[in-house]
Structures are given as structure tokens and as C-alpha cells.
């Protein structure tokens, strides 16, 4: 990797939540949007963070800024120029893998200021075609989520960690799911939540909903046209929901179900028991199709669980890896 590839930036992360994190804009009724893709607030270094925030989330205090050293970079892995932000001098290797249309300044401001910096070395992945991995465009053919996996596990190995383990959100947790059952000896531990191993009618309407950007919120919609552009979100969300329906019409609606038998690493499945997108019976699912895994429910949780509890999941996360 060349110098001019590696930056090694010093950012002062808000630990606002809510210039970090994602809240229900309430356009679909709370039920009808994806945690991730409620006003995502995007960070932008030298930038100031938007400030939307759901009515629930205005009890937040606001704690006091830190600054924390993280190294960002891109690297050649299977053919594109894979985007990732890197802290910590930890041994243990950590992986963080985001949601649809996500990236890791995106969806793990939290994870990437707070995570134990002696014991864990935290990397932050952008999906090929996300956050700052473009070029390309982000395509979803029918094994986009097994191209994700290898993706994620290659850029690993080209930075030389030996052995990793991996806190998957949603989209990232359903590729973290497969990338554990396809190269086990590889995966040491695993974190998900928001996961679906397979796809429901219902869950295949909830998609639907969220189809044309156009239709949310000015506040929901800012932060990804300042990312990506009102093209390219729009394009980009259109083919995210026809991608991920394709499952429906497999049988079962399968994604993963059928390698969650072959997950070999110690996992913690946490939900939050207040999870409009993504219902208890599919946490249940994974939990009993992953051999000898954990279920961890947070009563208040949502989708952003990690986000709206940083300090909680967090703790709880460092508990299960070490």
C-alpha cells in the first residue's frame, strides 16, 4: 500500500448519539422503516453532523467529545478498491460490517470511538459499492451477500490478521453469518443483530415501503444525497430492495438458513425486543439453527440498537469476545 493510499487521520468524533447514529423519521409509521435508512446521519470528516433525531431519542444527553486516532485507507481486494477506517492496537482483530446503503463512518461512530483500543483492533468496512468503496456501482445479484463475505474476509487477510471476529448489523449480519459458515477456520467470534437468515411476505412489504427515496422525509433523505448523491441513492435503494426480494421467491425465502448448521465460532445473537423491522422469530431462528450460540434480548432495543445503547452493547459485546 502506497503512502498516498493511507491517511492517518485524527477525529474528533461526536459522541452525540445523534449525529452518529440513525432514528425513525416516522414517514411509514415507525413499523415501515428500516432502523439503518431512518435518518442516517452521516459523519463526514470537517463536516458538521446533521442534528435530526427521532422525538423518543431527545432524552440523550450530550457527552463530552473525545478525539480518536483512526487510520482510513483503501486497498486492491478481488478486483475493486475496498474502503476501510482502522483503530486500536489490540491482538483481537475486529470486524465491523454494515447495514444496506451503510458504510463504516456511517453506521458505527460509537463502535469505531468506544471499542476497547488495548485489547481490540477495530476495522470498519464500505461494502463494494458503498460509503467510499466506489468505484463500482453496487449491483445485488443473487449471491451479492456470499461477494460480500469473501470480500470482507479478503480485505481482512490483506491486512494481515491471522484470525478475526466480526460484529455484523443487519445486512452486515446476515453476510457475517455466511462468511463464519464459509470460513470457519478463519472466524473466532461473532456479534449479530437485526440479522434474517431467510425472507417473509411481510418482511418483503416492509422493503417495498422504503422504494422511492423520493417519498421520504427532506430530513431522512439529506444525509445520504450529501454521501452518495440523489442519484445514486435513489438508484442504489431501488436496486437494494429488488435484490434483496429475489429471496422471497426462493424456497422458504431462503438467504442463509440452510449454512447456519455449518457456523462453528462462539455467537451472540441480540435483539431488541422492540424491533419493528425485524422480528423476534428470526433471531429465535438463528439462534436455534447456530449450534451452541447465545440469545441476548434488550427490552427497549430497536434496529439501532447498537446506536441508541452504545455503552451498553458495547460492554456487552467486549464481554463476549475476550
Not at 486516532?69 to 486492491?76: E, F, L, R
Not at 468503496?133 to 463475505?149: G, K, L, T, V
Not at 462453528?264 to 451452541?292: M, S, W, Y
Request: proline fraction near 6%; hydrophobic fraction near 35%.
Amino acid at each position: 500500500m502506497t503512502q498516498q493510499q493511507r491517511r492517518t487521520e485524527t477525529v474528533g468524533l461526536e459522541t452525540d448519539i445523534h449525529t452518529l447514529g440513525y432514528y425513525c423519521c416516522g414517514k411509514f409509521g415507525g413499523a415501515w422503516c428500516r432502523g439503518r435508512l431512518c435518518a442516517p446521519l452521516v459523519y463526514i470528516p470537517g463536516q458538521p453532523g446533521a442534528a435530526g433525531r427521532a422525538a423518543e431519542e431527545r432524552s440523550i444527553r450530550t457527552p463530552v467529545q473525545h478525539t480518536t486516532s483512526v487510520t482510513s485507507a483503501k486497498v486492491a481486494v478481488n478486483g475493486v478498491q475496498l474502503h476501510y477506517q482502522q483503530t486500536g492496537e489490540g491482538d483481537h482483530a475486529v470486524l465491523l460490517l454494515p447495514g444496506m446503503l451503510g458504510s463504516g463512518e456511517t453506521d458505527f461512530g460509537p463502535q469505531l470511538k468506544s471499542l476497547n483500543k488495548k485489547l481490540f483492533t477495530v476495522v470498519a468496512w464500505d461494502p463494494r459499492g458503498y460509503g467510499h468503496s466506489r468505484p463500482p456501482d453496487r449491483d445485488f445479484p443473487a449471491d451479492f451477500f456470499e461477494r460480500d463475505a469473501k470480500d470482507a474476509v479478503d480485505l481482512m487477510k490483506a491486512l494481515k490478521f491471522k484470525k478475526v471476529s466480526l460484529l455484523g448489523w443487519s445486512d452486515g449480519g446476515i453476510t457475517a453469518l455466511i462468511a463464519a459458515a464459509k470460513y470457519p477456520s478463519y472466524i473466532h467470534k461473532m456479534v449479530i443483530w437485526g440479522a434474517n437468515a431467510y425472507v417473509t411476505d411481510k418482511d418483503s412489504m416492509i422493503y417495498e415501503g422504503i422504494r422511492d427515496v423520493s417519498k421520504w422525509s427532506e430530513r431522512t433523505r439529506k444525509p445520504l444525497e450529501a454521501l452518495y448523491g440523489y442519484d445514486y441513492f435513489a438508484r442504489t435503494c431501488e436496486k437494494w430492495v429488488d435484490g434483496i426480494r429475489q429471496f422471497q421467491h426462493l424456497p422458504d425465502g431462503n438467504i442463509c438458513r440452510h449454512l447456519l448448521p455449518q457456523v462453528q465460532c462462539p455467537t451472540l445473537v441480540v435483539h431488541g425486543e422492540k424491533d419493528p423491522l425485524v422480528p423476534r422469530f428470526h433471531a429465535n431462528f438463528i439462534h436455534e439453527h447456530v449450534k451452541g450460540s447465545r440469545l441476548h434480548l434488550m427490552p427497549e432495543g430497536k434496529h439501532n440498537l447498537h446506536l441508541r445503547f452504545a455503552n451498553e452493547f458495547n460492554k456487552l459485546a467486549e464481554d463476549f469476545l475476550q
